[in-house]
């Protein structure tokens, strides 16, 4: 039988449930965050405690007591203090930069926390920063100023090279790479790149000609490497590599530790097929390698890519601004772990993904795990697969009180549930079809948050239920009476009461 008692909160469930999930009232900030994010909560109401320096245990103890936790790179979000914080009110971990790696993103996931970041603040500070490495690496600029500071004077010893004319490789051409590209072609540089994701057509308009890899190291002159450390990133520059590039290359990292082989950098210095690094981030920080670290052509910074007070109080900003702009409604960005999520936050999306919740919570009456929704011709593609994670969470919210959009997938792939996006459009007359083992739900988007549930093949009170209506209007429950008293028809409307 179809428990009617469950359409009731149709209208409810979707965008409020959304919504609530990431309400955020105390937010604790540790790392020395800027004071910007303190003054961005705090202008919006938003209960603020900063710490920043805390023991593991004392982390532990004040975690489930706030909202949100907000840090830079110091503090290790593990799954320990993720796990420790969701037994309590934890909803959200804020990364004052870019890089999350110092997040447990997958137990984040896991227990529905959303994880964001401000991807703009610090683009500047990085993007000098490499750009200085690469100059001061071409005029062995360090070395020469620790010989004065010995009290030594030896020109010849220093030599460099010109930066004019020369081949600039940028592995990863988003933001950073992007305006490291731009500043080294004011230099005279020819930039060439690589990025799988980027198209070649995006990165021609700043003047970076995109080629295969294979292609690119034989010919560089200068590398630098812009990527997210990934199981397909790391280790990318390995001893391979240097064996296939030109005599003397240069090496740039600022981006992550592990991109970068450092044992294999350390044998291609050593041999002299790498004529310098500069490098900012490490495998293991701080770093156990002495020998790579104190090499005469090694240029070490200790992670100071983001380190500077622009950079800071722009990510202090961001990320404070954009927990307010969450919290009060107004978009989310900086999603790292749930685009669906972050589909809910636009105003285009926000309507299907609330009906999509609701198709998904009305179908779970059927309890079978092969489940899929057709989606509009317009939103295929990256649209579909948040619809249908949408609906994968509202399928599974009456069996687990806990899912919500961000942990949705993973707790469907432990049940053996998952949504398929169909290659057909959904039924005439509406938005989202979503289908469990042949049974058909429908529904329309009607305007805000009503809802316009339009298409029901399910067993209810002993009648086969097909292309009935029912409207939702503001997310106010619908009279139990008024639809029992429709039973009968074909088509029936319950009005909210």
Not at 115 to 142: D, K, Q, Y
Request: charged share 20%; proline share 4%; hydrophobic share 45%.
């Amino acid at each position: 039988a179809l428990p009617i008692s469950r359409a009731l909160l149709l209208g409810k469930i979707g965008l409020e449930l959304v919504m609530a999930s990431v309400d955020v009232q105390r937010v604790l900030l540790t790392d020395n965050v800027d004071v910007s994010c303190k003054e961005a909560l705090e202008s919006a109401g938003i209960g603020v405690e900063v710490r920043n320096k805390m023991t593991k245990d004392e982390l532990l103890d004040l975690v489930p007591n706030f909202d949100a936790l907000v840090v830079r790179s110091a503090t290790k979000v593990t799954e320990e203090i993720l796990q420790r914080g969701a037994e309590g009110r934890l909803k959200l971990i804020g990364r004052a930069g870019t890089g999350v790696d110092n997040v447990d993103l997958n137990a984040a996931t896991k227990l529905g926390i959303l994880v964001m970041n401000a991807p703009g603040g610090n683009t500047l500070s990085a993007a000098e920063h490499a750009c200085g490495l690469i100059l001061a690496l071409s005029r062995n600029t360090a070395g020469a100023d620790a010989s004065m500071k010995a009290g030594e004077w030896d020109r010849k010893k220093f030599m460099g090279v010109e930066v004019h004319g020369k081949t600039l490789v940028v592995l990863g051409l988003g933001r950073i790479g992007k305006e490291v590209a731009l500043r080294m072609q004011s230099f005279g540089m020819r930039t060439l790149g690589f990025d799988p994701i980027i198209p070649a057509e995006a990165t021609r308009e700043f003047g970076v000609d995109q080629m295969s890899v294979e292609e690119l190291y034989p010919i560089a002159d200068f590398i630098t490497v812009h990527t997210p450390l990934l199981p397909s990133t790391k280790g990318m520059i390995n001893d391979e590599i240097f064996a296939k590039c030109k005599k003397g290359v240069r090496i740039i990292n600022a981006a992550r530790g592990g991109i970068v082989d450092e044992d294999a950098l350390l044998r291609a210095l050593q041999s002299g097929q790498c004529g310098g690094a500069g490098l900012d981030v490490y495998a293991v920080e701080p770093p156990k390698n002495p020998p790579l670290i104190q090499h005469p052509k090694v240029i070490a910074c200790p992670h100071i890519g983001a380190s500077t007070v622009e950079g800071q109080r722009r990510c202090g900003g961001d990320i404070g601004r954009q927990i307010v702009d969450l919290t009060q409604r107004k978009g989310l960005v900086g999603a790292i772990n749930c685009p669906a999520l972050e589909a809910a936050y636009q105003p285009s999306l926000r309507p299907l993904i609330n009906l999509a919740l609701a198709l998904g919570k009305l179908a779970s009456v059927c309890d079978g795990a092969n489940v899929s929704v057709a989606v509009p011709a317009a939103r295929k593609g990256r649209d579909a697969r948040s619809l249908a994670a949408a609906v994968l969470a509202g399928y599974l919210m009456p069996r687990d009180p806990q899912v919500n959009l961000i942990n949705a997938p993973g707790i469907g792939k432990s049940a053996g549930v998952s949504v398929n996006v169909v290659d057909g459009l959904p039924s005439s007359g509406c938005d989202l079809t979503v289908s469990v083992d042949g049974k058909v739900f429908g529904g329309v988007a009607a305007g805000g948050d009503a809802i316009v549930v339009k298409e029901i093949c399910s067993r209810n009170l002993g009648v086969l239920l097909k292309k009935y209506v029912v409207v939702f209007l503001g997310g106010k429950e619908v009279s139990v009476d008024d639809v029992v008293k429709s039973v009968g028809s074909s088509s029936c409307v319950a009005a909210a009461r």
